[in-house]
């Protein structure tokens, strides 16, 4: 292959990069995606290609969405796998982020709901949201009609409005560290009911169960919500054990999120993201399988002198 080629293709790898991870919830996958993708241009007739950019999208999404198909049809991931991999911000794979809209089309609120819907209305809606591609232009890519690309749109974004119930409005960083604070605060003192004045009535949040369960955790209401998310916390010598130390807890941006991290030997062990919504917390996501954390915990490694938020539980 030519220099120009792979010139080409490596201009717009990131935002292949990026459309992948949407798609799949996986930077790990969402790179062997693109990888793919690199390996069908190399042996294409490219002169044959007029518009390389479409080229490309189309051969992304289209693996992308075998992947997806391929997994629902087997049934096979652990619970761990079933939510989005987090990714700390300013990683590049989480661009586009000029809009809202592409800002929140990558929070790991509404990846997670992403990860219900079938995998042709999650692709025309990360199409259409994501990188603004008109209905004319999603149809071709996914051979469909522009009336079933409208559509598959108008459902997918029904129901992440319905699923995420108003969370999502975009916080200023310094208001979103003062509710984590208090978050922590509740959380670390054992004050169960200064941690449920903190939750919205309708508050939902889902887990992997430290990593350890078969299948999702999902939890709605203050009461519950709180209980658990205190139980979670709490210390003990079985939970430190299984940890490998004691954990120190770190506020940090995570999908454009504020979220907390626990950290055992400078190393990242569990994620809890939080989705806000007029200064209460409307969606909590926590994340500990090892395999999803891999990549934040190598971006966190790269970052210097940051203070935690709790030395020690």
């Known amino acids: 292959m030519d220099s120009v080629a792979i010139d080409r293709f490596e201009a717009g790898r990131g935002r292949l990069a990026s459309l992948a991870y949407r798609l799949l919830g996986s930077a790990a996958d969402a790179e062997d995606a693109v990888q793919d993708a690199f390996l069908r241009w190399q042996a294409a007739d490219r002169d044959r290609i007029e518009v390389p950019e479409a080229w490309l999208t189309r051969v992304v999404t289209n693996l992308c969405l075998d992947q997806l198909r391929s997994a629902h049809a087997r049934h096979e991931r652990a619970a761990g796998d079933l939510l989005p991999e987090p990714l700390l911000q300013g990683d590049p794979m989480l661009g586009p982020a000029d809009t809202v809209e592409q800002r929140d089309s990558v929070s790991l609120a509404v990846l997670t709901v992403m990860q219900r819907l079938a995998p042709v209305e999650r692709a025309a809606y990360v199409l259409r949201e994501a990188f603004c591609y008109p209905h004319a232009e999603i149809a071709g890519i996914l051979d469909i009609s522009e009336s079933a690309s409208q559509q598959h749109v ?46 919205t009535a309708d508050a939902t949040a889902v887990s992997d169960g430290a990593g350890l369960a078969r299948r999702l955790l999902r939890l709605t209401g203050p009461e519950q919500i709180a209980a658990n998310v205190r139980a979670g916390f709490r210390p003990t010598p079985a939970k430190i054990r299984l940890a490998g130390g004691t954990p120190v807890l770190y506020i940090a941006e995570v999908n454009g999120a504020p979220a907390v991290l626990a950290l055992v030997d400078g190393r990242v062990r569990g994620a809890v993201v939080l989705d806000l919504r007029d200064g209460k917390v409307a969606g909590l996501c926590g994340i500990a399988a090892a395999g999803r954390l891999a990549r934040l915990d190598a971006a966190w490694q790269r970052l210097d002198n940051v203070p935690p938020a709790v030395a020690g539980w």
């Not at 984590?180 to 054992?190: D, I, M, N, P, Q």
């Open 154 to 199: 108008h459902r997918a974004r029904r129901r992440v409005a319905a699923e995420r119930r108003g969370g999502g409005a975009e916080v200023d960083p310094a208001s979103a560290r003062r509710v984590v604070e208090e978050f922590l605060t509740a959380t670390t003192s054992g004050r169960v009911d200064r941690l449920v004045a903190m939750l």
